[in-house]
């Protein structure tokens, strides 16, 4: 709870008299019988949270000021107005009870953001109540009721929904995008939102409507769907998307092509059962706006993407072993790529010439050469440089390398052309195994070096020559004394160093 004005203390005791911080520090407040309770909250209240607990899955308790915080009750919930907080902008509740009974709120019309657990907590028409609305979010517990709050009463100023995707399922398992279910008023969605978000639940088979058909939502801009595998959408999807985002949810790809507008796609697929679901090739049609694409899929080890306009492409967490011409085909237009969490053992393609950003941690490649020149960002993460006999060689403008979590040894250093790096700004080497680090092994150009948890206790040289470096970690080593017996160990650039296990002689 957090007020712009000083609470006065006549004020702040008729509030805290009433917290009950027995369990988790959690005020839990008592249910009337149905009365309308004005809650006694002084007006200057910016935002405010009120949270109903189910304790030991019995009926819920509840203490307000404006309660009797003895007695216990049970029965309808009571409506509590907090309208007159008239500076009020966010106001989450959340009720946990399986019960149907709900406390309902007469809200301010100040309010910008609000967040309940259920639609029927909400007393009365809320384009009226709350005109200023922005940004509502519905995400109850249990969906016992799953009628969603009528589209005519959202305010036309809002701009993001986040709710359940249980409002809009139906238990008819053959509705399709051709047989669209008979009630379509009740999967009606609200018009003029700009984001909509919904979320479902992993195990959940039931058709889940998105009727655009019969809803026009003219300035959607952003689409959130998560955990919904039984997906039904009936009509076009708004061609104003410029943001789709898919989480463990299955879709026709095939709609991308007609989305002029979209600049960004993000898929994560959950592996199904059966096979014949699993998405193991991504090469559909895109609309030449996309610009930015994350595919982690899990089970994917093909792409053929043709995207003039994308310069970001994320294909994380997937199965690739073989980077060849016939299994990875992207456009000269991206700039960054990351391809993290695969097997891929070898590179047997040249990456665009204008890449500027490239990320294989956590993958089995052994070598890796050949880089674009213009390469300004590497990530080598936990791929096992040093364990194995490789051959790696860094593009010479690099500004930021990271190598953290290798096998690196100081021979290893030598081997590895870091030197001729001499615009590398940032080095991570953080668990590799360096003791008797030589830091002149290390370029000069340096302003950030992290050698955390490299099991060193002592440096073969010093740091005085580092003119630039601003900022050095070196945590979980065993470096106490050794710095005060250097000379040159003054480096004036220095502004933060983060250590552990050592002492620093600052005179």
């Known amino acids: 709870m957090t007020t712009s004005n000083d609470l006065p203390d006549d004020v702040v005791d008729n509030i805290f008299k009433h917290l009950d911080f027995e369990e988790e520090k959690k005020c839990f407040m008592r249910p009337g019988k149905g009365e309308l309770v004005k809650l006694d909250l002084l007006d200057g209240l910016k935002t405010l949270r009120i949270q109903f607990i189910d304790k030991e899955e019995e009926d819920v308790v509840f203490f307000c000021p404006a309660t009797d915080s003895s007695k216990r009750y049970e029965g309808e919930m009571d409506t509590f107005d907090i309208s007159h907080l008239t500076q009020l902008e966010s106001f989450s509740t959340a009720y946990f009870s399986r019960g149907t009974s709900r406390p309902k709120w007469i809200l301010p019309k100040s309010l910008f953001n609000l967040r309940v657990t ?69 999967f009606k969605l609200p018009s003029g939102h700009a984001r909509l978000s919904l979320r479902g639940k992993e195990n959940n088979t039931s058709p889940v409507v998105l009727d655009f058909e019969s809803s026009a939502m003219l300035n959607l801009r952003s689409l959130v769907i998560s955990s919904v595998l039984n997906l039904v959408i009936i009509g076009d999807l708004p061609t104003s998307l410029t943001s789709l985002t898919l989480l463990k949810t299955k879709f026709d790809f095939e709609k991308l092509k007609y989305l002029p507008n979209l600049t960004e796609l993000i898929v994560e697929f959950m592996p199904f059962t059966d096979s014949d679901d699993e998405l193991t090739s991504f ?118 390398l990271g190598l953290s979590s290798n096998e690196i040894t100081n021979d290893w250093l030598k081997q590895l052309n870091i030197l001729d790096c001499t615009n590398l700004k940032l080095l991570s080497l953080e668990e590799n195994t360096l003791n008797g680090l030589d830091p002149d092994l290390l370029p000069t150009s340096l302003t950030n070096l992290s050698i955390s948890w490299c099991g060193i206790t002592s440096f073969s040289g010093n740091f005085a020559k580092f003119d630039k470096l601003e900022i050095l970690t070196m945590c979980d080593n065993k470096l106490t004394g050794f710095f005060e017996k250097q000379e040159g160990r003054n480096n004036h650039s220095l502004e933060m160093v983060f250590e552990c296990s050592m002492s620093w002689d600052a005179s």
């Open 283 to 400: 090469a559909y049609d895109l609309p030449e706006s996309l610009k930015k694409l994350t595919l982690m899929c899990y089970n994917l080890s093909e792409v053929h993407i043709k995207c003039p306009n994308l310069f970001y492409l994320s294909l994380t967490s997937n199965v690739f072993k073989v980077l060849n011409k016939s299994n990875f085909i992207i456009p000269d237009s991206v700039t960054e790529l990351d391809f993290g969490s695969n097997d891929i053992t070898d590179i047997q393609v040249d990456f665009p010439a204008g890449l500027q950003s490239l990320s294989i941690g956590n993958t089995k490649i052994k070598s890796l050469c050949n880089l674009p020149e213009g390469l300004k960002i590497l990530r080598l993460e936990d791929i096992g440089i040093g364990k194995y006999p490789g051959d790696f060689v860094f593009p010479v403008g690099l500004g930021y």
């Open 118 to 186: 259920w639609p029927t907590m909400i007393s009365g028409d809320l384009s009226t109540m709350c005109p200023r609305l922005n940004y509502f979010s519905i995400v109850p517990i249990n969906v016992r009721d799953r009628a969603p709050l009528d589209p005519s009463q959202y305010p036309p100023s809002l701009r993001l929904l986040y709710t359940e995707a249980a409002f809009y399922s139906c238990d008819d398992k053959s509705v399709t995008e051709k047989n669209p279910p008979a009630d379509r008023e009740r």
